[in-house]
């Protein structure tokens, strides 16, 4: 592999949600901040949203790794289930662990009892559920009535949903307004800002795996690599990664824009560029500056020989236009007595 040839211990742009190779953004900081509020505070719910690829499982990876043993996590990552199987994955020992029920009020007294109790010895209970935006309307109903486990002052239960920026018209939907007005808390993780951003993200990812030199990646070739992914790291990655092997293929110490860009052609990751329609089209670029403009016509305006050919050529072109007048009016005259000739030679007859 290349990591030997590159000078590093281990690869450093695998697309699994390592906590290890976690990248705070400022949206990213945000999202770790309401989470962390969210929590410790007892709000009930949080949406956290995101693009595909920037990052939301790692955040919330890089969280379970960090809380404090008080807090009782159930995690949730596969959103396509029916109501029981919710629930049944809800109490399983695997998540929030409540044994001996055999229905739906079985179920719902005995984690009531459970989380009153924690929440009486001052524990938290948490409840993560990603790629939500893929919940059935009948689960997310569900999700609301489990947050009615509350005292007077907090939530006994805290909920995180995690997903796709089409959570949120998931969330719009007049059939769960309900829930809607139930989120305390609600953010975004975006896409990697600029070039800087990142070349930062690169060169952190290069030092967590390793990296005896930070500088594998040209200035031109960060600069395709965000063009291409558009920012979203996860796109950075799978291009950093097939570059590299790329490069190491080639004997290329340095990779350059031209690999990236022959790994994003193998990809259909190159850049894509709008085209105006011809009623949007941009008008046309001035060919003088302003005080160019200016310059030029006080010259024209100050000179008596650019007057006289200027005034000269008005003239050629009024009598150019007079003869062409002229030329027209004489054409229709001469048209409308043939048509007259015309019809009176088809009199006679």
Request: proline fraction near 5%; hydrophobic fraction near 35%.
């Amino acid at each position: 592999m290349y990591t030997e040839f590159y000078g590093l211990k281990e690869l450093p742009f695998a697309l699994t949600p390592d906590p290890r190779f976690i990248y705070f953004t400022p949206s990213h900081t945000e999202a770790m901040a309401n989470l962390h509020y969210g929590i410790e505070s007892g709000k009930g719910l949080i949406v956290v949203t995101g693009e595909v690829g920037t990052g939301k499982t790692t955040v919330l990876r890089w969280m379970l790794q960090r809380l404090d043993r008080a807090v009782l996590v159930g995690y949730i990552f596969n959103p396509r289930m029916s109501v029981p199987e919710f629930y049944q994955y809800v109490s399983s020992p695997k998540l929030l662990d409540v044994p001996d029920w055999e229905n739906k009020s079985d179920l719902l007294l005995a984690l009531g009892r459970t989380l009153e109790s924690r929440h009486a010895r001052g524990l938290r209970t948490v409840l993560i559920i990603d790629e939500a935006h893929g919940l059935s309307t009948a689960v997310l109903e569900e999700i609301r009535l489990l947050s009615n486990f509350e005292t007077d002052t907090a939530k006994q239960l805290q909920i995180i949903l995690t997903g796709q920026p089409e959570l949120r018209d998931v969330l719009n939907d007049p059939a769960l307004r309900q829930l809607k007005q139930r989120v305390a808390l609600r953010c975004e993780i975006k896409p990697l800002p600029n070039i800087e951003e990142a070349g930062r993200y690169i060169t952190s990812r290069l030092l967590v795996a390793g990296a005896e030199r930070t500088d594998i990646f040209s200035p031109s070739a960060v600069d395709y690599i965000y063009r291409c992914s558009e920012g979203i790291p996860r796109q950075i990655n799978n291009l950093c990664d097939n570059a590299l092997l790329n490069g190491y293929a080639a004997g290329a110490e340095t990779i350059s824009s031209a690999i990236i860009e022959e790994v994003a052609q193998t990809f259909d990751m190159l850049p894509t560029y709008g085209h105006h329609s011809n009623d949007e089209r941009e008008p046309p670029a001035r060919i003088f500056s302003a005080a160019g403009r200016t310059e030029l016509w006080a010259a024209g305006a100050e000179n008596p020989s650019t007057k006289s050919v200027a005034g000269a050529s008005q003239s050629r072109r009024e009598e150019e236009m007079t003869r062409e007048l002229n030329h027209s009016a004489e054409s229709e005259t001469s048209s409308s007595g043939s048509v007259v000739r015309r019809w009176d030679t088809l009199g006679d007859m």
